[in-house]
């Protein structure tokens, strides 16, 4: 016993000196910063709309941070050759689960996203998405397979596939982000400008062309840009409010439980949580919340062009942008600077499938960032 003691100590004592602390101390801030929000500004209005308890709400974020932290935790003491064989099973596994939702998914408003796991209702995408940024990584960085225009045709073969499948839901927001994580990723590999440009505007023309010729699968969307564009020809109340709860919260807040807008938006502790924070803390917490990811970003992106291994940077690279480019898509609908896709803020928002899935994100990147990956 003793000595399976002095193991484990040695082993995150190990785990401890190897990791990148300051990336790991911006991925702990703001899963604290969201266990915080959760209890002081989200808590009780949730409780009352669904659970029917003052603490339920709570416990739940409070343990979906903890299942997260362990996640983030295992995933990060992985050497590399168990990230590529682990990544790649549950790659496999997550393409079926996208699969399989289109048959047994669980409909809420008009899509199939969620699978019902009976103690939660999980949302296979995102745990797809990490895993699908590894293997891209390891396809452009695999030389065997043929020259870079041969892999970055299977790459985009296998991008086709999740596209196809996260439109047949449909999902066009989680299509759009893997779009733009997966040309981050051939834009570093070394391919040439005019190539990517033409391969970017084939994907998104036929991002547009789905839309165009099949409208009332994607009726929602329409709806959704045309009310962006036009207040007046539909309900926008969500993102009129969380914009106006901005403006009255001020730069430092109108005060702890002082906020209305959870009262009035629906989705507020998930795709509006920002709204609820800038209300009672202000303009102030928003900026320090993006400036931590922004820091995240930086450091990521400033490590991995130090980085001689092609997969590890191609994969650091693209995660970082995965992870980015949601932040700001949250953002800027928060803002009203974009269309509403109900897209979470990584480990700011409640939902269990989101903070899971950031969880193996950030564990990917600790893992490749240490200092003994092997």
Not at 192 to 205: N, P
Request: aromatic content about 16%; overall charge positive; some cysteine.
């Amino acid at each position: 016993m003793e000595q399976l003691k002095k193991y484990k100590f040695l082993s995150i004592h190990k785990w401890w000196l190897e990791i990148d602390k300051f990336l790991f101390f911006l991925i702990l801030s703001l899963i604290l910063l969201g266990i915080f929000f959760a209890f002081t500004s989200t808590s009780s209005i949730v409780a009352d709309k669904i659970y029917k308890n003052d603490f339920v709400f709570v416990l739940k974020f409070l343990s979906f941070s903890l299942l997260s932290l362990t996640i983030l935790f295992f995933v990060s003491t992985l050497s590399l050759k168990n990230l590529k064989t682990l990544s790649i099973v549950f790659f496999l596994l997550s393409i079926i689960l996208l699969f399989l939702v289109l048959f047994i998914g669980v409909e809420v408003k008009g899509s199939k996203r969620w699978i019902n796991l009976f103690i939660l209702r999980f949302q296979p995408i995102e745990l797809y998405k990490p895993f699908l940024i590894i293997v891209i990584a390891m396809i452009l960085s695999f030389p065997k397979i043929g020259n870079l225009n041969v892999r970055i045709i299977l790459s985009l073969i296998i991008l086709g596939i999740s596209i196809f499948l996260l439109l047949s839901q449909p999902d066009v927001g989680q299509s759009f982000l893997i779009a733009i994580s997966w040309i981050s990723i051939v834009f570093f590999s070394g391919i040439a400008f005019f190539k990517l440009f033409f391969i970017g505007f084939l994907i998104l023309s036929v991002l547009a062309l789905s839309l165009f010729f099949f409208k009332e699968k994607f009726f929602y969307i329409f709806k959704r840009i045309n009310v962006f564009f036009d207040p007046t020809k539909g309900d926008n109340l969500q993102a009129e409010r969380a914009l106006e709860a901005i403006k009255q919260g001020g730069f430092l807040g109108r005060g702890i439980g002082e906020g209305i807008i959870k009262d009035k938006v629906p989705e507020a502790h998930t795709d509006f949580v920002l709204a609820v924070i800038g209300e009672e803390f202000g303009i102030i917490t928003i900026l320090i919340i993006f400036i931590i990811s922004s820091l995240i970003l930086a450091r990521l992106y400033a490590k991995s062009f130090y980085e001689n291994n092609n997969f590890i940077k191609l994969s650091v690279l693209g995660l970082a942008t995965l992870y980015y480019t949601q932040c700001i898509i949250n953002i800027g609908v928060t803002l009203r600077l974009l269309p509403n896709k109900g897209m979470t803020y990584p480990f700011i928002s409640y939902g269990g499938s989101s903070m899971i899935g950031s969880a193996i994100l950030f564990g990917l990147v600790l893992s490749m960032t240490s200092k003994n990956r092997q």
